[in-house]
C-alpha cells in the first residue's frame, strides 16, 4: 500500500508478524499484542484507512497529512500524539536536511508518519526487536527510542556547525576579510536558530512524558525519557555556546573591517597632507601678482623645490614613524 513501509504485530516484546491494514482492528482485540506501524509521507486514502482503524483523533490525522507542525506533545483520550522535527546533514551537499515526523501513541499501537528527508527508523525498530525485554515494555519503549534516535541525529549536526565555526574563525583573523564571511556568518546563524526551534520544545515535552498523567507511558518505561531529557538538554546548551560564538565572531568581524577601513583612510589623510603641502606653495607661486620678490631672485626656483621635498620627506617620516604609512 503506498506511505506503508511496516506494519508488524509484537507481543511479549516479541515480533509476531506483519499484518494488514485491514486485519488490524482484529489484532488489537487480543490482550498483550500491539501494532507498530511505519508510514512514510502516506496519501489521505492510507491515512483514512489508519484513523479508523485506530480510531485516532480528527485533529491530529489532520495535522499528520498537513505536516509543517511545531514540536508538540497533545493529549487526545487515552491517546498522545508528537510532533517531532528531525535533522540530519546531507553527505553530498553539506546542507541541513529537515523533516517531520509524528507518531500516535496508544496503549496498543505506535504509528509513525515521516514527512520530508528524515532518516528512515528501520534500525529504529531493529534496535528494538534485539531487545525483547524492552519491547515488552510496549508502545512506550518505542516511542522512546524513536525520540532518541531523532535527538541523537542532532549531535552529529552540532559537531559540523563547531567545525564550520572554527574555519569561520581562521577566515577572520588569518585571512582576508571578505563580505562572504559575514554572510556565512548569519548562514550559520539562521540554520541554528531552525536547529533551536526543532530541539528546545523536546525538554517540555520530556517532562510531561516522565510525569504520571501521562498514562498511555507505564511507570517502567517513563525513567527512558530522562534519558531524551538529558541529551535534549545537552544538544540546547551546545547550540546556545554555538550561537553566542557566532555573535562574538560576527561582532570580531565587523571590529577588523572596521579597523581596515580605520588604517585606510589614515593612509589616504597621510597621502592628502603630504601632497597638501607642494600643492599650497605651488599654488603660492602660481598667483598671478606683478611684484613678487621671490621672482627675480637667482635662487627663488630651487629654494621652493627643496622647500617642497623636504616638507614632504619630513612629513612622510613621521607618518611612517606613527604608523599611518
Not at 553530498?92 to 509513525?112: H, K, L, M, P
Not at 577601513?261 to 598667483?287: C, F, H, S
Amino acid at each position: 500500500m503506498n506511505g506503508v513501509v511496516n506494519s508488524v504485530a509484537y507481543a511479549g516484546g516479541l515480533r509476531i508478524g506483519d499484518v494488514a491494514i485491514p486485519d488490524i482492528s482484529e489484532v488489537l482485540k487480543q490482550p498483550g499484542r500491539f501494532v507498530w506501524i511505519g508510514l512514510h509521507e502516506p496519501d489521505d486514502e492510507v491515512l483514512a484507512e489508519v484513523q479508523q482503524e485506530f480510531s485516532l483523533h480528527d485533529l491530529a490525522v489532520e495535522d499528520a497529512a498537513r505536516a509543517h507542525q511545531r514540536p508538540k506533545l497533545e493529549r487526545y483520550g487515552d491517546s498522545i500524539f508528537v510532533v517531532l522535527r528531525t535533522a540530519h546533514l546531507d553527505p553530498t551537499t553539506g546542507g541541513i536536511d529537515f523533516g517531520e515526523t509524528q507518531i500516535f501513541v496508544g496503549s496498543n499501537y505506535v504509528v509513525s508518519v515521516r514527512h520530508g528527508p528524515s532518516l528512515p527508523y528501520v534500525e529504529v525498530r531493529s534496535r528494538c526487536e534485539a531487545s525483547p525485554d524492552l519491547l515488552a515494555k510496549g508502545p512506550g519503549f518505542v516511542l522512546y527510542s524513536l525520540m532518541d534516535f531523532i535527538v541523537d541525529q542532532h549531535f552529529p549536526l552540532v559537531a559540523a556547525f563547531e567545525d564550520k565555526l572554527g574555519a569561520l574563525e581562521d577566515n577572520i583573523f588569518r585571512q582576508t576579510l571578505t563580505r562572504e564571511t559575514t554572510e556565512r556568518i548569519y548562514q550559520l546563524k539562521r540554520d541554528l536558530l531552525q536547529v533551536k526551534r526543532a530541539v528546545a520544545p523536546l525538554v517540555d515535552m520530556c517532562n510531561r512524558l516522565v510525569r504520571a498523567d501521562v498514562t498511555v507511558i507505564p511507570e517502567d518505561a517513563r525513567v527512558y525519557f530522562r534519558d531524551v531529557y538529558d541529551h535534549a538538554i545537552r544538544i540546547n546548551e551546545m547550540v546556545d555556546t554555538l550561537r553566542e560564538l557566532l555573535t562574538t565572531a560576527l561582532e570580531a568581524n565587523l571590529s577588523l573591517i572596521s579597523v581596515s577601513q580605520n588604517e585606510d583612510m589614515k593612509r589616504l589623510a597621510g597621502w592628502a597632507a603630504i601632497i597638501a603641502v607642494p600643492t599650497m606653495i605651488a599654488g603660492i607661486y602660481g598667483m598671478n601678482f606683478r611684484f613678487m620678490p621671490e621672482l627675480e631672485w637667482f635662487l627663488g626656483y630651487p629654494l621652493a623645490m627643496g622647500l617642497m621635498v623636504g616638507a614632504c620627506g619630513f612629513l612622510y617620516y613621521r607618518f611612517k614613524r606613527s604608523g599611518w604609512l
